[in-house]
């Protein structure tokens, strides 16, 4: 409080001085010299830990993706070598509950978290995502632990100081400052991250991953995850991912998720510029116009239509597919958000339910055995649940391969591949694909599509 009040005192100073000059002048007053940071470094930068990972990776050769010398390249692979990343987490509990990015501790053989006063703990990853680039791990046996509390991430404004803290190339714990610079950048992190994030100009470097960004009272107001960058080091525009979602990550975890549930919107869309606002009859840009809707989208229950532009859910506005789904996940499974959109130049209201991707059809995931033709070959069919875990466009349709296997990847198939058909004969269901295979003798000709490309293998059975 004391240092809001100093700041707001002498920037009104600075509006009734004229004329507009830069103020150089030494502190002349006790206050003014112990004006810091101090107080509230003391306070957060326990809870800011160090974390070091390790996991076991496969080494490729540098031609196993390619068409020509794949194949003779494929028997050439390097032997497993230990892989060691190192970043930054944030203590939210008492009894040791950390939030991490993904990219730091994902599929991590062994973890090791070091305090700021040097303790060391082992740690489990309870939950992670690798779309929204968050790690939920708990320490072992701790009890007792320095945390951080949340602030509503959507109560922070651009022009607010911050403090990213964090242990920057591995140098040791650090604290750097500066402002949130934006709000809404979504599409905007690197990597496999996607969403919505809080840009900061406070420096950011390798390091700082899953490190904490707070407010001036010391609260958690993002995760850093990214920076922009030409060079490898902090240019000032830095992404944090906002408290909101991983509050909600925290909640799933706590209450024994494994795996990030996210509210399923069966739609896809693109965001309204100015050229298609006029088309739409909308007075400014701004939302999701509605381009494919699925049939048991709770949109669709909700009454929306193809051709409707999503403005805003739960009173904040949307302008990108991404900022959709934030505030989709923010709301959680279970819940209702308040949606509203335009619909043929009228505004409207509706209460869309947040529910999980629907198994409907059921996926049928089929893997073929030993005796198979493409042992280890794993597909599905395309429903909801399926297409919500592989990220594919609403309304697909066909049997996709989960798992090429060994033999599969042999002969050119990757996971994501949509099977048409084998030797001229319809693939309807995944359980006709082996005996298909089988019928199809010596030389098979395998159909497929990989995303607008469609490709045709052959191989001898």
Request: aromatic fraction near 4%; hydrophobic fraction near 45%.
């Amino acid at each position: 409080m004391i240092l809001r009040t100093l700041i707001s005192f002498g920037f009104a100073l600075g509006l009734l001085a004229a004329p507009v000059v830069a103020d150089t002048r030494v502190p002349t007053s006790q206050v003014e010299i112990s004006l810091s940071f101090v107080p509230l470094v003391k306070q957060a930068a326990p809870a800011v830990v160090n974390i070091y990972a390790s996991r076991v990776v496969q080494q490729r050769s540098p031609f196993a993706d390619d068409p020509m010398f794949g194949r003779m390249f494929r028997e050439f692979q390097g032997r497993p070598r230990v892989q060691n990343s190192l970043g930054s987490g944030v203590i939210l509990s008492e009894d040791g509950i950390i939030v991490s990015n993904y990219h730091v501790v994902g599929m991590a053989t062994d973890i090791r978290v070091v305090l700021n006063d040097r303790r060391e703990f082992a740690a489990d990853v309870l939950l992670g995502d690798e779309e929204s680039d968050l790690a939920i791990l708990k320490l072992r046996d701790a009890q007792d632990m320095p945390h951080l509390s949340f602030r509503d991430s959507d109560t922070v404004e651009v022009g607010e100081l911050v403090l990213a803290i964090g242990n920057p190339f591995g140098v040791g714990q650090t604290v750097s400052s500066g402002i949130v610079s934006g709000l809404a950048r979504s599409g905007a992190a690197t990597g496999n991250a996607r969403g919505y994030f809080l840009q900061t100009d406070a420096p950011i470097n390798p390091g700082n991953s899953g490190g904490a960004l707070i407010d001036v009272q010391g609260r958690l107001i993002g995760v850093n995850t990214s920076i922009l960058t030409r060079s490898g080091g902090s240019n000032g525009i830095g992404f944090a991912i906002p408290s909101a979602l991983v509050s909600q990550f925290v909640d799933q975890a706590q209450r024994g998720e494994t795996r990030f549930q996210r509210p399923w919107a069966g739609i896809t869309g693109q965001p309204v510029d100015a050229d298609l606002s006029d088309s739409l009859g909308l007075l400014l840009p701004g939302g999701v116009v509605i381009a494919n809707l699925h049939a048991a989208s709770p949109f669709t229950a909700a009454g929306l239509q193809v051709g409707d532009v999503v403005l805003s859910v739960d009173g904040q506005p949307v302008n990108t597919p991404a900022e959709m789904i934030f505030r989709m996940s923010v709301r959680g499974i279970g819940e209702q958000a308040t949606v509203r959109f335009a619909s043929r130049g009228e505004e409207k209201e509706a209460k869309v339910a947040m529910i999980a991707a629907p198994n409907t059809p059921p996926a049928e995931v089929t893997q073929l055995g030993t005796r198979d033709v493409l042992p280890g070959l794993t597909v599905a069919r395309i429903n909801p649940a399926v297409a919500d875990e592989l990220n594919l466009p609403a309304g697909l349709e066909g049997i996709i391969v989960l798992d090429p296997g060994n033999a599969g990847a042999r002969v050119g198939l990757r996971r994501g591949d949509i099977l048409l058909g084998i030797d001229g004969r319809e693939l309807t269901s995944p359980k006709d694909l082996g005996h298909l295979l089988e019928r199809a003798g010596n030389g098979v000709r395998v159909d497929a599509l990989r995303g607008n490309a469609r490709l045709v293998l052959r191989f001898r059975g």
